[in-house]
């Protein structure tokens, strides 16, 4: 971090507005907040557009779908993207582009050149910015406020997504009925301009790249490979699901529910919003205090129990206050949830791989609302409303219980940064970053007394090879000497494994010391590291050159 960035908070650490007190942040979140307003202005410009142009009611919903798809495709992809590239230099591409993009559309709306699929066409490719500008921009929220602070500052984003929410259709439905779409589309490419200078202007310290890049195939598996070897993050991901999958519910019927049960027109859908907005930017400023009482685990599943409170009140209900009192319930529910969620995600993760692991929550918790969105319409549609909110609400309820089994962790207290004990060790003849398969076996000598302790240690070991990027671990007992033990795993290059002994965290490093603790014996455990060379490939009669010669890289005063 800058010292901007490290600067002192001078507000209380309990409270919600803590992460405003650092300044880049405070520059950036008004900045996001202005752009999702115009995001909102665009989506309502967007969509009264295409009922004037197209007279298919499939076509106007194609327009909410074709900015969410790109999420759901693109999001590892742009997770990979910013954990290995300046995140910062990521979100000026994404904002910069979807500049471009509104200028377009807002010109060729101008002209009246748009036909329904270039509309489509180009809320897509804002679609794509915006799912490319995510992944960093969230990363981003830990690189410039204190850990201490990170809750806070991710409850504060989902607050201003929810302020941009809860007033922004209005007020792009003002802007189209005045001046038109086209005027919906530049108000929209206006916005952005605040969040691009302010990107420019933020400078972030230049961290020194001692490795070269992931390719993106290679990134995206780590980053699969990592979230799934790491059960706190599978947890998050299952639970998202579940509760993205139910809570669609409201927002996607609510519409049906103005007109259908409270018998409103548009300004009772607007006022149903709003209660849902209000009580989600209510949610995040209650946070703090609510996160000082409850753990993850219980403030996730009080939401979703008076979510499922809300929707089963919502589908009963034909008087307007109520309606609105128990939507601003689901807002507090929804908002406290989702960025629960998010926090656990990022307190959970190493910064390495912290914008792959939050594009693979986007993807889980959007993949469920998306899924249930049309699954509790085709209910409604063919059972009523009041039954699909009641089913939904029942997944409410039994995915709270999913608790019992799976409980969200409390990862404050990890300390996830760099090991950085590891040392690249000599080898004994010339080898590449692309040299390889390299195995590496770690033998220990272990009493008989300690088999049971080193087993259950070394199941975290294999979990943590794994996750790191190992491959076929196996763990080894020499029948000659019932007492040494060999740990073996091999990693695809040297460049492989030299990056997998660089992820290695300080909340990793306890198992390794309590495995050297269980090693008896005057020297410490022996590690060998050899590359694999095929036989038989060489021509007749040709003697192998030094490279070409299978040779043990062994070092036995050096860690693994």
Known sequence: MTAETREESTTAPGSAWAPLSVPIF?????????????????????????TSIAGSADMVALVQASVTLPIMVFALAAGALADNYDRRKVMLAAQ??????????ATLALLGWITPWLLLCFTFLIGCGSALNSPAWQASVGDMVPRSHLPGAVALNSMGFNIARSLGPAIGG????????????????????????????WQPPKVERQLPRETLGVAMAAGIRYAAMSPDIRVVLLRSLVFGLGASAVPALMPLIARDLLGG?????????????????????????????????????????????????AGWSTWLPLTM????????????????????????????????????????AFGGMAVGAWVWGEIAHGTGIWTALAI????????????????????????????????EPRVDFDIQ????????????????????????????????????????????RDLADAEIWAEQFSVPTWLDYVRHNQRITKADAGIGDRIRALHQGPEPPRVRRMIERQTGSLPSGRQPGPR????????PNRSS
């Open 174 to 201: 003002a802007i189209v009925a005045a001046a038109g779409a086209a005027a919906a589309f530049a108000v929209n490419a206006v916005s952005y301009l605040g969040l691009i200078f302010v990107l420019l202007r």
């Open 548 to 555: 070409e010669i299978a040779e043990p890289l062994t070092d």
């Open 26 to 50: 405070r520059s950036v979140w008004i900045a996001s907040l202005a752009s999702n307003f115009g995001g909102l202005i665009q989506s309502v410009g967007a969509s009264w557009m295409m």
């Open 325 to 364: 009192a128990v939507l601003f319930i689901a807002g507090i529910g929804w908002v406290l949830a989702l960025s629960t969620f998010n926090v656990t995600v990022q307190m959970s993760t190493p910064r390495w791989v912290v914008a792959r692991a939050l594009s693979l929550y986007q993807m889980f």
């Open 96 to 105: 910069g582009f979807m500049l471009l993009v509104s200028l377009g559309l």
């Open 392 to 423: 939904a609400a029942a997944e409410m309820a039994l995915g709270s219980m999913l608790g019992l089994r799976f409980a969200l962790a409390q990862p404050e207290k990890l300390d996830l940064d760099p090991l950085n004990r590891w040392r």
């Open 265 to 313: 027109g548009p300004l009772t859908y607007g006022l149903l919003l709003g209660a849902f907005g209000v009580g989600a930017v209510g949610g995040a400023l209650c946070r703090e205090q609510i996160r000082n009482r409850l753990s993850n685990e219980g403030i996730v599943r009080y939401s979703a129990l008076g979510f499922a409170l809300a929707a089963l009140v």
């Open 433 to 476: 970053p692309r040299s390889g398969p390299v195995v590496i076996t770690v033998e220990y000598r272990i009493r008989r007394e300690d088999v049971v302790e080193l087993l259950c240690v070394m199941a975290e070991r294999r979990r943590i090879r794994r996750r790191d990027g190992a491959r076929h671990w196996t763990l080894s």
